[in-house]
């Protein structure tokens, strides 16, 4: 059996909120979109940690979660 592979990646993003809102776009046009009979279908759902807020994509047709990520302020 073969490991999943794994990325991890830290982006300096100068207004979070924006990119937060642009990536739920992205979830809702390609929800929206015809895809087919292989179509899977894409949600972000957020938690909340000690204050910290954490994303998750979560993958509707298969149950699983393709990706994590957080905002944080470090300056």
């Known amino acids: 059996m073969l490991p999943t592979p794994s990325w991890?990646?830290?982006?300096?993003?100068h207004d979070s909120q924006r990119l937060?809102?642009?990536?739920e776009k992205l979830t809702t046009s390609?929800?929206?979109q015809n895809q087919g009979t292989k179509a899977?279908?894409?949600?972000i759902e957020s938690?909340?940690?000690?204050?910290?807020?954490f994303y998750a994509v979560?993958?509707?047709?298969?149950g699983s979660i393709v990706a994590n990520y957080t905002f944080a302020d470090v300056t």
């Open 58 to 62: 979560h993958d509707q047709t298969s």
């Open 40 to 43: 899977h279908s894409i949600a």
């Open 8 to 13: 991890k990646a830290v982006i300096e993003v």
């Open 47 to 53: 938690s909340d940690a000690g204050g910290q807020l």
């Open 30 to 32: 390609i929800r929206a």
């Open 20 to 23: 937060e809102q642009t990536l």
